[in-house]
């Protein structure tokens, strides 16, 4: 059995409502794309990319959820060995938002002790829609004890800066060899089943 193309494999999740971009953060991370399409995951969805990091090659792993309620028991068995879980609600919708809670309860009832979590504030280019102000996302960043950050999908902003500091391994190396910032060498491209 050859070995495997990289150093370290990391398993991320998405989760949120339905509807607040989680597939739409996924593309523009793995793909640099974005659609105004909706996009409806079924069950759960996967993509791949790899990274080259201080000379490691690092697989992020990143699972898509489905965010309606018929789906929650199929998506709960996927929070156990997650390294990283990203809490995904809509800035334009505050029903996402007061949903977090519920969200959070549920990787703390089915996910692996000491999982790193962030509460991702996405469509943050809406400024016009917005329903939920960045210090309501920070302040019950704060209240569960998370990171917090505001995404946009659509214009590519704080996408990799979410991924990248939701991992366990990739946010610290970050923080200690370029703490002004990421580095436009981690751009690397999907690589399809690696």
């Keep these: ?3 495997p193309h990289y150093d370290f494999l990391i398993k991320l999740l998405l989760i949120g409502d339905s509807g607040v971009g989680k597939s739409c953060l996924l593309l523009r991370f793995c ?3 974005w659609t105004p399409s909706f996009i409806t995951t079924i069950g759960i969805d996967f993509k791949i990319r ?3 990091l201080d000379g490691k090659r690092i697989k992020l792993q990143i699972w898509d959820t489905a965010g309606q309620e018929r789906f929650r028991t199929i998506t709960t068995a996927y929070y156990r060995g997650a390294m990283g879980i990203l809490l995904v609600y809509d800035v334009t919708d505050e029903r996402s938002f007061n949903n977090i809670r519920t969200w959070h309860a549920n990787i703390e009832q089915h996910a692996s002790e000491g999982v790193n979590k962030i509460l991702i504030g996405n ?3 809406w400024t016009e829609k917005r329903a ?3 210090e309501q996302g920070r302040a019950l960043a704060d209240e569960l004890g998370i990171k917090f950050m505001e995404t946009s999908a ?5 996408v990799e800066e979410a991924f990248f500091h939701s991992s366990p391994r990739v946010g610290p190396l970050l923080r200690a060899f370029h703490p002004q910032g990421l580095p436009h ?3 690397a491209p999907l690589c399809p089943g690696r």
């Design 1 to 3: 059995m050859p070995p």
């Design 50 to 52: 790899t990274i080259e």
């Design 31 to 33: 793909d640099d794309a």
């Design 154 to 158: 659509k214009i590519n902003e704080g």
């Design 123 to 125: 469509k943050s280019d």
């Design 132 to 134: 939920v102000t960045y």
């Design 185 to 187: 060498l981690l751009r």
